[in-house]
């Protein structure tokens, strides 16, 4: 497995990009902070003249864990919001700065951030879903299943509801790959960092998605890590999209490239089955 940057070098360029490609009828609110530090921000997307959201997801972008920037993914959060949703898309810490788990904990805290601040927008109850692409998915199937993450936040807060997992590296070994090898090496073992080696019983249900043109990721890890959920007893699904490779299948949630795939689609599905009112719009 190779880290993929961004899918376009330009930052300037990327941030445009997502922003012709966005849904239109979402109101933003930029550059919130959920800590301290200069990368601890969010992007919050929310439906415009909506009384409430039905439910609020955490989205984390890839780049293989030492690059992106929520403004690429402006997209992913409009896409959410003008389908009734409060999307969170947060920056992280990435390396060189940091190594594991510094990634990890600032997206513990964005969940947090997410739960304490936003939660009450949706009323009680308010389901929150966490998605992922790349390493992305691997960021947040590790707080979905490694419990110690969110406990370090706050012994109160709700599990996620849901996972949704876009061509994510769910059994790969990061200590040994040569490119990601010194971002994870502070960690005590391989099964630490692998997010298969904490599935147990009360995993939240999960939804994985990956294209079959993926040369970066192979869909054996979803295929994997659905398996070890429904032997513990959780619900999961893993969907293989034949036409998509790696970035594809983020940019298939943009307005103009929906027709590739329903990835929209299939998380709005798998949302609406796991959060408790009525179901948003597909």
């Not at 690059?67 to 409009?78: I, K, P, Q, W």
């Amino acid at each position: 497995m190779l880290p993929i940057r961004t899918f376009l070098t330009a930052p300037s360029a990327a941030s445009f990009w997502s922003m012709l490609t966005a849904d239109s009828g979402v109101a933003l609110e930029m550059d919130v902070a959920y800590g301290p530090l200069a990368r601890q921000r969010a992007d919050i997307y929310r439906p415009r003249n909506a009384q409430k959201p039905r439910a609020i997801v955490l989205f984390i972008y890839g780049g293989g864990w030492d690059s992106g920037e929520r403004t690429y993914y402006g997209f992913v959060g409009a896409a959410l919001a003008a389908r009734g949703l409060t999307a969170v898309v947060a920056d992280y810490r990435l390396f060189p700065e940091v190594r594991y788990p510094a990634f990890q904990n600032d997206m513990a805290a964005a969940y947090g951030w997410t739960c304490r601040t936003l939660a009450t927008e949706c009323g009680e109850d308010c389901p929150i879903f966490i998605a992922g692409h790349s390493a992305g998915a691997h960021i947040g199937a590790l707080l979905c299943f490694d419990r110690s993450f969110l406990e370090a936040e706050g012994l109160s807060l709700p599990p996620p509801r849901g996972f949704i997992g876009l061509s994510g590296p769910y059994a790969y070994d990061p200590t040994t790959h040569e490119r990601s090898r010194h971002i994870f090496e502070d960690a005590h073992s391989a099964d630490q960092v692998r997010p298969i080696a904490h599935v147990s019983a009360g995993a939240p249900p999960s939804l994985l998605m990956h294209g079959a043109r993926d040369n970066v990721v192979q869909f054996a890890n979803a295929e994997a890590l659905a398996a070890k959920l429904v032997e513990a007893g959780s619900e999961a699904e893993a969907i293989e999209f034949s036409n998509l490779g790696h970035i594809n299948l983020v940019l298939a949630l943009s307005r103009p490239l929906r027709w590739r795939a329903p990835v929209l689609a299939n998380m709005l599905a798998f949302i609406n089955r796991h959060a408790p009112s009525d179901a948003v719009k597909s």
